[in-house]
């Protein structure tokens, strides 16, 4: 079985303010896991990933996460917010069952000028 | 480089009517291909996915059906639409590899509003 759970359904955050958005998951076997980032009335869009090898990934925008086994969490950061990053972020975990990845619930992102 | 398009973008149709969203994908071969669902305010609802032709996994109970009749088209489809099924239609595809999904690509989506 796989599973994520993200921690606080909305965050907000000063223009220029650390971002940090969290994400736990669970997967039975050694997890892929993914960070999306969804603007309004738009599709999903792949911001980073971490399958094997370096645990600290980095992405587009600035952006980067952690992969932390013995917390099981990928959490997201970025050292400073842009009012461009206000968007709706999702954590993903593809574990053990072949077919599909498991989303979290997502976290919306507000920037503050 | 792949490409994938839903169409269309945004539909109303009254209560009763019928439903055909389509999907279709270009630049890779057998995909893996789902529907989701998000509904307003809240996340995404994986309703159907098929990692081949004519195999759809169906996640939730609903009126709605999915089918693939070609390796890269996905259509969703419901015979009489309920109020409960307004909301914005996603299609991804996904490469499977390493025993796993990988990361997926969406669509832009169909806003699909029922009156």
């Known amino acids: 079985a796989q599973s994520v759970t993200q921690l606080g359904s909305h965050v907000s955050v000063s223009e220029g303010a650390l971002v940090l958005l969290r994400c736990n998951y669970s997967s039975s076997v050694p997890p892929y896991l993914f960070w999306y980032v969804q603007y309004p009335n738009q599709g999903l869009q792949l911001l980073l990933k971490?399958?094997?090898?370096?645990?600290l990934v980095k992405g587009i925008n600035g952006f980067e996460a952690e992969f932390k086994k013995s917390e099981t969490s990928f959490h997201l950061t970025k050292p400073s917010a842009h009012m461009s990053d206000a968007a709706e972020y999702f954590c993903a975990v593809s574990g053990a069952n072949a077919g599909k990845s498991t989303f979290g619930d997502g976290t919306t992102l507000t920037v503050k000028p | 480089s792949q490409t994938i398009h839903q169409w269309p973008a945004t539909l109303v149709q009254p209560v009763g009517s019928p439903l055909s969203l389509e999907c279709t994908v270009e630049g890779t071969s057998n995909p893996n291909l789902y529907w989701y669902r998000q509904a307003a305010g809240r996340g995404l609802q994986l309703l159907f996915y098929s990692v081949g032709i004519g195999q759809i996994s169906s996640e939730v109970p609903q009126n709605l059906s999915a089918s693939r009749p070609q390796d890269r088209q996905f259509i969703l489809s419901s015979k009489k639409l309920l109020l409960s099924d307004s909301g914005f239609y996603l299609c991804?595809?996904?490469?499977?590899?390493?025993?796993?999904?990988?990361?997926?690509?969406f669509g832009p989506g169909t806003r699909l509003t029922v009156t």
């Open positions: 971490y399958t094997t090898g370096a645990t």
């Open positions: 991804a595809w996904s490469v499977h590899w390493g025993g796993r999904i990988n990361e997926q690509y």
